[in-house]
T-cell receptor
Framework: AQKITQTQPGMFVQEKEAVTLDCTYD???????LFWYKQPSSGEMIFLIY??????QNATEGRYSLNFQKARKSANLVISASQLGDSAMYFC????????????FGQGTELSVKP | DTGVSQDPRHKITKRGQNVTFRCDPI?????LYWYRQTLGQGPEFLTY????????KSRLLSDRFSAERPKGSFSTLEIQRTEQGDSAMYLC?????????????FGNGTRLTVT
């Protein structure tokens, strides 16, 4: 069975500093993808970044990067130069290719950026 | 590309009543997903369609829940004989299925309150 674990219910970071949000996963499928989504208080789910299980390099998208450690089954999101608008819930999710197209989500981490 | 739209945004109903939600996916996407999200939790998978075929249903989807996607376009999610435990945000998402890296694009959700 697939499982995503986010162990940090809440995190605080000072504006302009970097922050790492943890995510570990479990799957027996060799082909899978890992996704991070942001959910502001307004409720919409915003796709941030993707990492494939066969990708050799860590994914980056602007201020977002994914620290992918396959042997440890971790896919941590790093946000550099935090901004007040980064305050939101962040969800890690996984899709295993042989388990159909659905995403399985973690419990989320609430990030608060302090001015 | 107008995004995924859901209707209504909010629904308040009395216990025992039936409710129906609608989702219009991104037109070129062939997969459509329904999720349920309760406060402080990650989205939970309910069901998904590829074109008009319903490919998977979660065990969370009791007999009171039914989803359809006639003609492979919009989808409806109906809850019969609503219970207070059905109160949640119901999220619809769509994607193009061909590669594991296709992200899900979410609508803004329908918030259901059962009194």
């Amino acid at each position: 069975a697939q499982k995503i674990t986010q162990t940090q219910p809440g995190m605080f970071v000072q504006e302009k500093e970097a922050v790492t949000l943890d995510c570990t996963y479990d799957t027996s499928d060799p082909s899978y993808g890992l996704f991070w989504y942001k959910q502001p208080s307004s409720g919409e789910m915003i796709f941030l970044i993707y990492q494939g299980s066969y990708d050799q390099q860590n994914a980056t998208e602007g201020r977002y990067s994914l620290n992918f450690q396959k042997a440890r089954k971790s896919a941590n999101l790093v946000i550099s130069a935090s901004q007040l608008g980064d305050s939101a819930m962040y969800f890690c999710a996984m899709r295993a290719y042989n388990q159909g197209g659905k995403l399985i989500f973690g419990q989320g981490t609430e990030l608060s950026v302090k001015p | 590309d107008t995004g995924v739209s859901q209707d209504p945004r909010h629904k308040i109903t009395k216990r025992g009543q039936n409710v129906t939600f609608r989702c219009d996916p991104i037109s070129e996407h062939n997969r459509l997903y329904w999720y349920r999200q309760t406060l402080g939790q990650g989205p939970e998978f309910l069901t998904y369609f590829q074109n008009e075929a319903q490919l998977e249903k979660s065990r969370l989807l009791s007999d009171r829940f039914s989803a359809e996607r006639p003609k492979g376009s919009f989808s409806t999610l109906e809850i019969q004989r609503t219970e207070q435990g059905d109160s949640a945000m119901y999220l619809c998402a769509s994607s193009f299925w061909g590669q594991v890296n296709s992200p899900l694009h979410f609508g803004n959700g329908t918030r259901l309150t059962v009194t």
